[in-house]
């Protein structure tokens, strides 16, 4: 655990603008880490018991943007996600169960790509994509990172995002903003 979450500090490193400045001070980078399986008691920032489980994340939390009123109105992966893609409830997208949004919602990822990001996911891509128009820069889904339990792929995978970033030509000149998002699938997944 301690090699999964020493990758993911020195990730939010590069993106808190230690390793990459952001030329755009007005677009921040965005970074949206998603799990299965996950409640507010899990993570020693929102109080979980023992409070030393989770540090790294906690650290992290704590130099970022802290959500403690965000629930999910469905109890699977897909919807939930699909309620933090487009920013409506299943009922009001279309994006009820496993099935897809309708075409006409508005998402965050095509949404900010528009505005010069850069948008990149790592695990669970269909899960995270609720509708086909929503197209990702740059994704890897779990059977390309060891099955969502390599962190040496994870980082890797970062690294190369990253570099992206960097290099994307945009109507901006050269994008640094950039949005990604971790998608962990439950503890006990397996394929």
Request: with cysteine; hydrophobic share 40%.
């Amino acid at each position: 655990m301690n090699n999964i979450m020493r990758h993911i500090v020195l990730f939010a490193a590069a993106l808190s603008g230690i390793l990459i400045p952001n030329v755009f001070a007005d677009q921040p980078n965005i970074l949206l880490f998603t799990a299965d399986d996950l409640h507010t008691e899990s993570l020693g920032v929102y109080g979980g018991k023992p409070a030393d489980l989770t540090p790294n994340l906690d650290a992290f939390a704590a130099e970022g943007m802290l959500f403690t009123r965000a629930h999910v109105n469905a109890a699977i992966c897909a919807p939930c996600r699909a309620v933090i893609a487009t920013g409506r409830y299943s009922h009001r997208s279309g994006a009820m169960g496993f099935m897809s949004a309708r075409e006409d919602v508005p998402d965050i990822v095509t949404t900010l790509k528009a505005a010069g990001y850069h948008a990149g996911i790592l695990g669970k891509v269909g899960h995270s994509t609720p509708k086909t128009s929503m197209q990702w820069d740059y994704e890897f889904d779990q059977k390309d990172l060891g099955n969502g339990r390599n962190p040496n792929i994870y980082y890797q995978r970062s690294q190369v995002f990253l570099k992206e970033c960097r290099a994307a030509k945009k109507p901006r000149a050269l994008t640094e903003s950039l949005y990604f998002q971790f998608s962990v699938g439950s503890p006990g997944f397996q394929p």
